[in-house]
């Protein structure tokens, strides 16, 4: 399995970006898809997730309102938009598969791909 995120840059605070993260190797509508980010010296935090069929979705407190998740089963592949962005959000983010229904933890998921560096300016 092989989970590849895009779309990182660098962006001005309020300004947005939108991620994607491409996978293959096993059915990708059977899973559901998370993203998590981690800043520099700091653990890794969930941000959202989106069930296999697409039609739940959770949020951080600190990303609600603000990002959105989706995904298109057809192309593999799970989004996250991300508006009003703040310095605190500069991270690396980390897209992930997981065979649980509502994964918020990162051992509840099996597969992370590298993560794409988000640097917000303020």
């Known amino acids: 399995v092989q989970l590849q995120a895009s779309g990182g840059g660098l962006v001005q605070a309020g300004g947005s970006l939108r991620l994607s993260c491409a996978a293959s190797?096993?059915?990708?509508?059977?899973?559901?898809l998370g993203w998590f980010r981690q800043a520099p010296g700091k653990e890794r935090e969930f941000v959202s997730t989106i069930s296999s069929s697409g039609d739940i979705t959770y949020y951080a407190d600190s990303a609600k309102g603000r990002f959105t998740i989706s995904r298109d089963n057809a192309k593999n592949t799970v989004y996250l938009q991300m508006n009003s962005l703040k310095a605190e959000d500069t991270a690396v983010y980390y897209c992930?598969?997981?065979?649980?229904?509502?994964?918020?933890?990162?051992?509840?998921?099996?597969?992370w791909g590298r993560g794409t560096l988000v640097t917000v300016s303020s």
């Open positions: 190797g096993r059915t990708f509508s059977l899973y559901a």
């Open positions: 992930a598969q997981s065979p649980f229904g509502r994964p918020t933890r990162t051992s509840e998921y099996d597969y």
